[in-house]
């Protein structure tokens, strides 16, 4: 232990941002990390500081949605794999105690899981690169090992909320040994209005019930958006850009779990929103627009109108293109 810098102390706080996946059309292939405007934190955070022996401690606004039992948290999960890998390499890592602020509520479509891998993940490379004077994983290992630990809970893995969440901005999975993810060019004037109805749409039962095969026709379709809509991007076509955002492959059979989904999508479009969907398996949904004050009137409509119940809540965000951060807390 005596080659390693002194953390004794020190706290370090990991942020890991909320994020939408597969943005209509792009299922488990694109995703988008976001930000409210109004400096609102719409991401999980989690502190690290060195201890006897390993702990977790939930806090938040979302804590008592989780399971009591600490080992069942995904960040638990985190820790433990994290630990025997580097052990697995011959680096015994002193224990830490972890501190979850679960902000993002559980089964919202905002990639709630994926934040609190990131964070953790984020943050125990970001500590121990600190203790050990460089961090254990790069960026494309860590990212691999988030996409494992998000797969464990979710029935899948599937890169597009972890993949934006720590990269930031808009990303496309490549899903190559060499290169997950892909960050893509995005359309910088761009409001994007978050609501969250409060109701708990499981991810496993929402994968559950699409079907197993997709048509001819929407296989060709799907294929086409994706293309077109990247095209569109590098050449900055906004038009051409959200006339790409339908959604083939999820919508039109998860929106039965969504009360009122129809009605907002009118709603939207009518006043101002160049494309409307749904954020991860639900019940979030976004919409996307070009004009502030028609995003504060959609995010105004939907609070009043597609929320559920007290636990809900809309944003208008803009895409968080930082992505998972870290910082000394030390008092
Ligand atoms: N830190 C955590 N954050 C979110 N969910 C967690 C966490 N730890 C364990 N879980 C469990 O993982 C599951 C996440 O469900 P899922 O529908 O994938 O949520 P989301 O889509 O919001 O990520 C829930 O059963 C939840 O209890
Ligand atoms: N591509 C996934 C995204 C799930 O996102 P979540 O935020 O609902 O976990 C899917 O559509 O199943």
Same mark, same amino acid.
């Given at each position: 232990?005596?080659?390693?810098?002194?953390?004794?102390?020190?706290?370090?706080?990991?942020?890991?941002?909320?994020?939408? +996946?597969?943005?209509?059309?792009?299922?488990?292939?694109?995703?988008?990390?976001?930000?409210?405007?109004?400096?609102?934190?719409?991401?999980?955070?989690?502190?690290?500081?060195?201890?006897?022996?390993?702990?977790?401690?939930?806090?938040?606004?979302?804590?008592?949605?989780?399971?009591?039992?600490?080992?069942?948290?995904?960040?638990?999960?985190?820790?433990?794999?994290?630990?025997?890998?580097?052990?697995?390499?011959?680096?015994?890592?002193?224990?830490?105690?972890?501190?979850?602020?679960?902000?993002?509520? @559980?089964?919202?479509?905002?990639?709630?899981?994926?934040?609190?891998?990131?964070?953790?993940?984020?943050?125990?490379?970001?500590?121990? +690169?600190?203790?050990?004077?460089?961090?254990?994983?790069?960026?494309?290992?860590?990212?691999?090992?988030?996409?494992?630990?998000?797969?464990?809970?979710?029935?899948?893995?599937?890169?597009?909320?972890?993949?934006?969440?720590?990269?930031?901005?808009?990303?496309?999975?490549?899903?190559?040994?060499?290169?997950?993810?892909?960050?893509?060019?995005?359309?910088?004037?761009?409001?994007?209005?978050?609501?969250?109805?409060?109701?708990?749409?499981?991810?496993?039962?929402?994968?559950?019930?699409?079907?197993?095969?997709?048509?001819?026709?929407?296989?060709?379709?799907?294929?086409?958006?994706?293309?077109?809509?990247?095209?569109?991007?590098?050449?900055?076509?906004?038009?051409?850009?959200?006339?790409?955002?339908?959604?083939? @492959?999820?919508?039109?059979?998860?929106?039965?779990?969504?009360?009122?989904?129809?009605?907002?999508?009118?709603?939207?479009?009518?006043? +101002?929103?160049?494309?409307?969907?749904?954020?991860?398996?639900?019940?979030?949904?976004?919409?996307?627009?070009?004009?502030?004050?028609?995003?504060?009137?959609?995010?105004?409509?939907?609070?009043?109108?597609?929320?559920?119940?007290?636990?809900?809540?809309?944003?208008?965000?803009?895409?968080?293109?930082?992505?998972?951060?870290?910082?000394?807390?030390?008092?």
């Amino acid at each position: 232990m005596s080659e390693l810098n002194d953390m004794t102390g020190k706290t370090l706080r990991a942020f890991a941002p909320a994020s939408t +996946g597969n943005v209509s059309l792009g299922f488990d292939l694109l995703g988008a990390a976001l930000k409210p405007i109004d400096g609102t934190v719409l991401g999980d955070e989690v502190d690290l500081e060195l201890a006897d022996e390993f702990s977790l401690a939930v806090e938040g606004a979302f804590a008592h949605k989780l399971p009591a039992d600490p080992d069942t948290n995904i960040v638990t999960r985190c820790y433990q794999h994290f630990v025997k890998v580097m052990s697995e390499k011959g680096v015994e890592l002193p224990p830490v105690k972890m501190t979850l602020h679960k902000h993002l509520p @559980i089964g919202s479509g905002l990639g709630s899981s994926a934040a609190s891998v990131v964070a953790a993940l984020h943050g125990l490379n970001e500590f121990y +690169g600190q203790l050990l004077g460089d961090v254990p994983f790069n960026q494309h290992e860590l990212l691999l090992i988030m996409g494992e630990l998000e797969g464990q809970i979710s029935g899948s893995v599937h890169y597009d909320n972890v993949a934006p969440c720590y990269l930031g901005g808009l990303t496309l999975m490549a899903e190559q040994a060499d290169t997950l993810a892909l960050q893509l060019p995005t359309f910088k004037h761009w409001y994007w209005v978050a609501c969250y109805s409060g109701i708990t749409v499981s991810t496993a039962a929402a994968r559950d019930i699409l079907p197993k095969q997709v048509s001819m026709p929407n296989t060709l379709k799907f294929g086409r958006q994706l293309a077109v809509f990247v095209d569109a991007l590098y050449r900055q076509d906004e038009k051409l850009a959200v006339n790409m955002m339908t959604d083939v @492959i999820a919508e039109p059979y998860r929106k039965s779990l969504l009360p009122h989904f129809d009605e907002s999508r009118e709603f939207a479009m009518q006043n +101002g929103a160049m494309a409307f969907g749904i954020s991860g398996s639900g019940p979030t949904v976004f919409a996307v627009c070009d004009n502030l004050e028609q995003a504060q009137t959609i995010s105004t409509w939907l609070q009043e109108n597609y929320i559920q119940n007290d636990t809900g809540f809309s944003h208008v965000c803009q895409l968080d293109e930082q992505g998972a951060v870290a910082k000394d807390i030390s008092a």
